[in-house]
Structures are given as structure tokens and as C-alpha cells.
């Protein structure tokens, strides 16, 4: 099954990049909700999968049996998932105030970090 | 979306959603679940609690600020590492007891007041993003 | 080699760091008599080293210290031999005698604590230079000077010629020690020792080595920048605009000699070769020329005695070239000579300043009488510094004649060098010294008398200590000159000379000097004239370089910051996506190691295609969509079906996660995308597009690859086991996912909960505070131009 969702990780990978190559805030945003997802796809393949058998002990034993899904990247995306969510209404709203202020939603005019024919630097001492 | 029925069933859904988000906190450690899906359910009940009747009545709901409720759960969690000092083992090391209640034997430990940390710190800092979200749609 | 108390010799080249410490405070409790105060610690340091050299005398070298970085050889080491001990005398001495001067010089200054603290680091820092033994320490005290010299060049920094000239210090000194550094590293790796003392060992090697050359050029970098050597020269000059203490300390006494000090130091293990015999003396004579020349031009009391500091230093690097037994002898007496007489000149052109008001040596004459203690002690050192008996400058000069006259064309010219050199500071000596004094009582904006103790105490100090010197050769020799003779030639050395004048060539040359000096000394005026009219037709000098260097640095920095930065954010993601996919992509394509082509896997079960499938109509719906609704719709479709994904394989914590998390993602994006006014679809110029889409694929299909990849690689277990192992055993938990969240790796959550915790913060006071629109309007040229400040008009 690795393949295929190695494929899907690639799919993801290059829809949130085009999204992320847009001039369009909100479409960053939605590059950025789907980058996650790709990450944790990423790393959920990379720790290998097995279907259906969640890395659960069973009553009576003091391990987990063979067949049981590998715990370790579940744990490292569980917290992604709830991070990368955190940041992604951290800038949704970022962008939400910056077009609020700035009046648009464009990156190339959001220019106030870096504006267009900035001064240089004071020659002397 | 501020429906009749929605309105009316709203508060039940989300009393049935946290009831059901603290059950899957105290389970978490020996079947799915944990303090992070469980804060995840009780801020959408808020969150939905909140569009059907409105931020204020949710903010008074849960009487405190919900970044208060989230400083106290990093407090919780933070705290519940700091235990370890009393028994003489490393920061974070997970303590058990046993007690009996009614003659059942109920395992408590440093470990289940880390798990509501984490819970209260997702309820209350997604709560408080999605309220305030939610505010700023009516001004 | 005795090590004798190495606690105690710590904790003297610690003590100037400690007065600097309390010297602010003392400063604010007793005013500018804390000099008083603050000069015990460098009489202490000066006690110190004084009990030395009755072994060193004896041909003793003291080593001691500290291992720092065992693992590298890296150590905290000094050595105490007769150059060491010299130096650090010298540095201690004259050290207590400008501490005293400063307080009286800036005494009601606001800034004295600060003064006094700069001083004194600057003099633990001199002193770890010239006391360090590891390579390593050395560079870092020879730094440590370049920056507190920096901040006392800089110490009025409210004028630009002051910053100026600090940043030239700093660049040009701060920038040979990185010279220097590159060079003691060449010298540790052909040696493989990182310490001076044994360094003395390795002289063959390093002398035959094939990086001989660029080590010694690296330090020569490094000693001549500090020497200030020309055509690096221009640095001292400019310093003057420092407080005259600072003159009189670093800029005469001692930072400056810190360059003689190491090419003193190296001189038996990178001397004599052609190389050393040639670029020293080369340099060395060219500098002390331009030295005096320049001098000659000057008006300015300081800017004089500046100009013959740096023709001294280069009558010093000449000698150390020569490296012959009379050479060292008479760069040893000319370096405690010059030490002498230019820190006390220095002190009384400052005394001068500071009682007449200006130190234009043309508007100064007839304070002789006014001023006599002053005027002795400019005497005894213009004396020194001509070469007249019976001061030591004048047992250095003989020595330095005796030691230069041969009679091959070579020689020649460098006595021709030597006797004009000396001449013409002979010239200025007796300038500084004799035509503020003499002549006609001149108007001067302050009305002169004699200055306070404490400003004339250090240069009377300075010229008797120089007058006792010589006269007591023989002591001064065996306890200073012939240690630090024998120090810098690598073996035993003696030196004799002393102030009764031998017949011989020697004599001769003197009398030229001073019947040469005598002549231009009348001719002073015209001479100046000339000098003036000649660095003005050449127009151009390494000072103005400097300058031009420095906007020219500015220049190609802004250049390649516009260049590198335009302030696009579509360029800087497609600079780093396209870094991510050569990161990605490239190694494969290097070692040629491709994943093997996949095989579909037969085990795939139709409703997990069909899941699959529902992210790819997904992610192209979400491409796609013409209006907000499908777009946040699509997004939500792809997230749940990613959430379908972990659920089929095993993972139902994440799965719920990821559910809850799609939902409120979309609700919330629903929330705050009604608010805001988009474009219908994303509008992308043709070229564009395929520009992204290319780059999105390179990344995307790099993904892919290296998942292929990684997982066709067998898999190590280790981790997994052990979690599973210990899940229950120890934590007593059967949920291993959570056990792995909350207790083996609870730190780690503790951390991420707090980051959560602080998004929430940041989007509050995102939403919460209201920047004034006009703050943002000033950022933005274009917004200011186009519009007044508009009032938070609320948006759609």
C-alpha cells in the first residue's frame, strides 16, 4: 500500500506548493491546511502501515502483537495535527488583519516590511 | 444558521459533547482517545454552542476566560511533571497510586493530571480562537 | 621553566577586569580622585611582574596557567620571559601613571566611570596579549584590544570624526587579527603546537615548511595592521581624536607595539629567512618616511607626536628585520625608549590642550613660564626622543646606528633611511616640545598655568624614569634589555652599551642626525609648506581609500540585498520550493541511487482506492474552485478523507484528531473567509502558471521519490519495541500512542501545548488590537502617496 499513498503524499506535496506559489493570501492559507496534512501522510508511510490494527495492548497481554500499527509516528502527528492547526488559524487571521489594514489580498502589494525603492542606508559614520 | 431547532438542541448537543469529550480524556490511556482529541471535541461544542446562540452566552457558560482555562491546564501539566520531585525521580517521571473507593480500586496518577492539562489547554486556547472568530462576526 | 603560583598570576591579569568593574561605582562616590584608587591595581600588577625579574634576569622563564579545552589542547597559559616581563612592566607602569593623568585630564567629565573602565579593560587585555602563551589566547586578548579601543577611540561619540575614526581602528586592527588568527592556525597545523613556549622548539620545520610564506604574510597582516605599518598606517593618525589619555596609552605605549610584540615573539621561528630579512625592513623603513614626512606637515600638537609614533613603529619592525645581535639590542632600547618619552609627549600635549585651550602648535609659544613643571618634563622627553645623552633614547640611537652601518649599498640606504628618519624626528621632538614654550607669550583661548598633580606627575615620571635608565645601564640591562634581547633572538644576549659615547662610526652618524635636525628644525615652516603642497597635488592617500572601501561596501551590500531580497513573497517561495526539490531530487540524482520502479500492490482493497481517490478530486477541487464555498468545501474533503486514511490503517486517535480538526478548520475558515473580499479564482499569467506548476511537481514528484524510497528500505523496529515493550509494563498504559504522548515523551508535550497556548495569545492580540491606520500608512511610500489617511473603513 505504500505506493499508492506515496503517490497521494506527492499529489498533496504539489497542490499546497502551487497554492503556496500564489499571489493570493487565501489561497496560501489553503496551501498551508493541506501542507500539513501532506507532512503527517508523509510521516505516517515512512513508519510503515498496517491495516485496521490500532497499536493498542489487549487486555491480557503486556505487548503489542505483531500485526499492530507502528505507535511511534501516530504520536509525533497527533500533536502535529492539533499544532498545525493552531498555526493555521494563526494565519488565517494574520492574513484576515492584514487585508483588513492593508486593503488588499495580494502578496505583491503587501509591501510595508519591504517597500518598493527603499532608501539606502545613510552613507558616513 | 441560527435556526429554531438548532437554537433549541444546540445546548443539549453541546452539554452530550463535553460530557462525551471528558470521557474520552479519562479513557485515553488504555483505549483510543486522550486529552487532545478530547479538548478538540469540547472546544467544537463550544464553538458550535456559540454560533447557535451567540458568543456571550458561552463565555458566561464557562464563567472563566477561556485563555484563563489554558493557562491553568499548562500550569496543570507543567505541575504534574514537578511531582516527580516529592517521590525523588526525574522531572516528568509518571506517578501511580490505588486508592479504594466504594471497593473499587481507581488508578490516579501524575500521568491522567498531565492528560487534563493538555485537555484544558486545547479547550481553551481553540475555544478562545474560534469565539473570537465568532465575535467579530456580529460587530 | 619554573612554575611558581599560578593563582596569583591569574589573579593579576584579572585584576584590571575587576577594577573596571567597580571603577563606574568608585567614579560615582569620589569623583575623578578615584583615579588615585584605581591606579593601585595596575601598581599591583606592576609589584607583581617586578618579582620576576630577578629570576628572568638569571635567564628564568616563568610558565603557568590553565587546561581550557583538554579535548583540543586548548589552555589558558601564560609565559613570563624577558620580553613578556618588559612589556608587562611597561603596560603596568605607564598604566598607573595614565590612570592618575586620565582622572585629572576628564576630571568633571560625567562620562569619567565609564573612561576609567574602558582603560582598564583595555589594560587586562594589552597585558593578556603580551603575557599569553596559547595561540588561542593570544588572539583573543589581541581582539579584546582592538574592540576597547574601539570604544575609547569612540569614547566622545557624539562627533562623527570620532565614530569615524573608531570604526577604522576596528576594522583595520579587528580585521589583521583575523589575519592573525588564520595565520597562528597555519602555524598550529604545520607544527601541530598551539603554544609560543613550545612553539621555540619547531623553528626548522616551520622555516622549511612550503606554508612558510603564507603563514608569515597572514601574520604580518595581523602585526602590521596593529603596528600600524603603512600603507596601513592611517588608522593611528585618525585615533588622535580619541581623549589624549588614550593617545598617550594605546596609541604610543602600548597597543600600538602590540604588532612589534609578535613579530618580536615569532622573530626565532619565523625569523631569519630572506622573506622576514626583506618585507621588514622594506616596510618598516618605507613607514618610518612617510612617518616623519607626514609629521612635518602636521600643526597639530598630537597629530605630530601620531605621525612619529608611526615612523617609531616602523624603525622597530625595520630592526626586528635585521634580526642581527645589535638590531635586537637597539629595537629592545629604542621600543622602553619610545615607550618613555611618547607617552609622556603625549601626556603634555594633552596638559597643553588642556590649560591653553588649543595644542595648534602654531598658536601656542611663552608658557614656559607659566607652565615650568611641564615644560621640564617636555624637555626630558624631547631629549629622549632626539638621541641626546643622557637619556636612553640616546643609547637606542647609537645602538641603532651600530647596529645598521655596514658598508654594502643595502646597509647604506638603510642608514640614509635611519639618519634622515631620526633627524626629522629629532625635528618634531623639540617642536612639541620647545615652541610652546619659548618665543613670545601668544594669546591662547584659555589663560595658561600650571596644570593639577595629577596631570603632570606621569610625563615627570616618564623622563626621569628615562634619565635614570641610562644612567644606570648596566641594572637596566641585566634586569630589561639583555633578557628581552636574548627572549627575542631564541638565545642568550647581551647588551652594554652605554652613555658615554664611543668614537667610531656610531658617533658620526649621531652628529649628522643632529646637525641635519638642527638644519631642518629652522626649516620647519617652509618644510611644512612643502609637505602640503605635495599631498595636495597627490590628491589621494589610503585614508580616503578607506572611506571609499567602506561606501563601497555599503554599496554592494544594498545591492545584493535588493537583489537577493526584492520583497516578493511569490519569489522567495519559489526560491525555496525550488531549493526543496534540488534538496530532494539531487541526491538521488548524484549517487544514481533511484527507488526501484513500484509495484501495485496487489493487497490494495478497493474502498481504500476509493478513499484515495476522494483526496485527489479533492486537492483538484480545491484548485479548481471558482467560488469560496467549494473551495472551503473541497479543502474539507480532502482533510476528511486524509482522516479516512489513518482510520483504515490502524490509527483511530489520529483519525479523530484530524475529524475534529477538518471541522472546525472549515468552520472557522468559513467564518473569516465571508469577511474577506476574494478574487473569483486564482489569476495566474500563462508563463506563471507553468513557472509553478513546474516547481510544484519538481517538489511534489521529490516527495514521492523519497517516500518510494524510505520505505523500500528495510525498517528498524528499535523504537517502536521499545514503546510497545514498556507501554504497559512501566506506564500502565495499553494505549501505546497516548503512553508515548503524555509520559515517555511528556516534556516534549508540555512543549507543544505551550506552543498551542501561545498561537491562541497571538491571534487574540492579532484580532484584539488596532494598529492606527496612519502608522501603517507612514511605513508604506506608495500608500502615503496615493492616499491621506483613511479611517478604518470596515471591510467587507
Partial sequence: ????????????????????????????????????????????????????????????????????????????????????????????VLGYRAFQELETDSSDDMRVAEPVGDKSPPAGY | MRTVIFRSIAPYLTSLMVLFSIFVLLRGHNEPGGGFIGGLIAASALAIYGIACGVAPVRRAIYFHPMAIAAFGLFMSAMAGVLSIFAGVPYMSGLWIYPHLFGVEIPLSSVLVFDVGVYLVVVGAISSIALALEERDRD | MSASAPGTTFIVLMLPFLAALIAPWLTRR????????????????????????????????????????????????????????????????????????????????????????FMLLFMGAMLGV??????????????????????????????????????????VTGGGGLALLAGLLVIWNITGVSQVSLLLNYGDELRGSPFYLLALLLVLGGAFSKSAQFPLHFWLPNAMEAPTPVSAYLHSATMVKAGVYLLMRLNPVLGDTVWWGTILPVFGGTTLIVGTALAIRQTDLKLMLAYTTVSSLGLLVMLTGFGSEHAIAAAVLYLVAHSLFKGGLFMVAGLID??????????????????????????????????????????????????????????????????????????????????????????????????????????????????????????????????MASAIAGEAETVTISVIPHMGPALILSLVTIAFGIIAYRMLDRLRAGMAWLLAAIGW????????????????????????????????????????????????????????????????QFHELVVAAIVLIGLAAVIYARDRLTAIVSLGIQGFAVALIFMLFGAPDLSFTQFMVETLAVVILALVMTRLKLHASDHRPTLQKVVDMSVAIACGGGFTLYLLSVTQQPFNTALSDFFSAYSKVVAHGANVVNVIIVDFRGTDTLGEIAVVMVTGLAILSLIRIRTPRATVADNDPDRRAAQGPAQGREVR
Fill in chain 1, 1 to 92: 500500500m505504500e505506493p499508492i499513498l506515496a503517490i497521494l503524499v506527492g499529489a498533496l506535496f504539489t497542490v499546497a506548493i502551487y497554492l503556496f506559489l500564489s499571489k493570493h493570501v487565501i489561497r496560501i492559507l489553503m496551501g498551508a491546511a493541506i501542507l500539513g496534512n501532506a507532512v503527517n501522510l508523509l510521516i505516517f508511510t515512512a513508519g510503515r502501515v498496517t491495516r485496521e490494527v490500532p497499536p493498542i495492548i489487549p487486555g491480557d497481554a503486556d505487548a503489542l502483537t505483531g500485526a499492530a500499527a507502528n505507535p511511534l509516528p501516530q504520536a509525533l502527528i497527533l500533536t502535529a495535527i492539533v499544532i498545525s492547526f493552531s498555526f493555521f488559524a494563526f494565519l488565517l
Fill in chain 3, 354 to 483: 588642556h590649560e591653553a585651550g588649543t595644542r595648534d602648535v602654531t598658536r601656542l609659544g611663552g608658557l614656559r613660564r607659566a607652565m615650568p613643571v611641564t615644560f621640564v618634563a617636555a624637555l626630558a622627553a624631547a631629549i629622549s626622543m632626539a638621541g641626546l645623552p643622557p637619556f636612553l633614547g640616546f643609547l637606542a640611537k647609537e645602538e641603532i646606528y651600530y647596529a645598521l652601518w655596514h658598508t654594502d649599498p643595502w646597509s647604506l640606504a638603510f642608514v640614509a633611511v635611519a639618519v634622515i628618519g631620526n633627524g626629522l624626528m629629532f625635528v618634531i621632538g623639540f617642536a612639541v616640545a620647545l615652541k610652546p614654550f619659548l618665543g613670545p607669550e601668544v594669546k591662547t583661548p584659555k589663560h595658561a598655568h600650571e596644570g593639577p598633580v595629577l596631570l603632570w606627575l606621569g610625563p615627570l615620571t616618564l623622563g626621569i624614569a628615562a634619565l635614570v635608565a641610562a644612567l644606570i645601564s648596566p641594572v637596566t640591562h641585566r634586569f630589561i634589555s639583555s633578557p
Fill in chain 3, 541 to 604: 592617500g589610503p585614508d580616503r581609500g578607506f572611506d571609499q572601501f567602506i561606501s563601497g561596501a555599503v554599496r554592494l551590500s544594498v545591492a545584493v540585498t535588493r537583489l537577493v531580497q526584492p520583497g516578493r513573497l511569490d519569489i522567495y517561495m519559489t526560491v525555496t520550493f525550488l531549493m526543496i526539490a534540488a534538496a530532494l531530487i539531487g541526491p538521488m540524482a548524484w549517487y544514481g541511487e533511484w527507488p526501484a520502479m513500484p509495484v501495485w500492490p496487489e493487497d490494495a
Fill in chain 3, 30 to 117: 569620589l569623583g575623578h580622585n578615584a583615579a588615585w584608587l584605581l591606579a593601585l591595581a595596575p601598581v599591583a600588577i606592576f609589584i607583581h611582574f617586578l618579582g620576576f625579574s630577578a629570576d628572568v634576569a638569571d635567564g628564568g622563564v616563568v610558565t603557568g596557567g590553565f587546561q581550557w579545552v583538554p579535548s583540543y589542547n586548548v589552555s589558558f597559559s601564560w609565559l613570563i620571559d624577558g620580553l613578556s616581563l618588559t612589556f608587562a612592566l611597561l603596560i603596568s607602569g605607564i598604566g598607573a601613571l595614565i590612570i592618575l593623568y586620565s582622572g585629572g585630564y576628564l576630571k568633571g567629565h560625567d562620562q569619567l566611570g565609564r573612561f576609567f573602565s
Fill in chain 3, 130 to 171: 603580551v603575557i599569553s602563551d596559547s595561540f588561542l589566547m593570544l588572539f583573543v586578548y589581541w581582539e579584546l584590544t582592538s574592540i576597547t579601543s574601539f570604544l575609547l577611540i569612540g569614547f566622545d561619540h557624539a562627533r562623527e570624526a570620532s565614530r569615524r575614526a573608531a570604526i577604522q581602528a576596528l576594522v
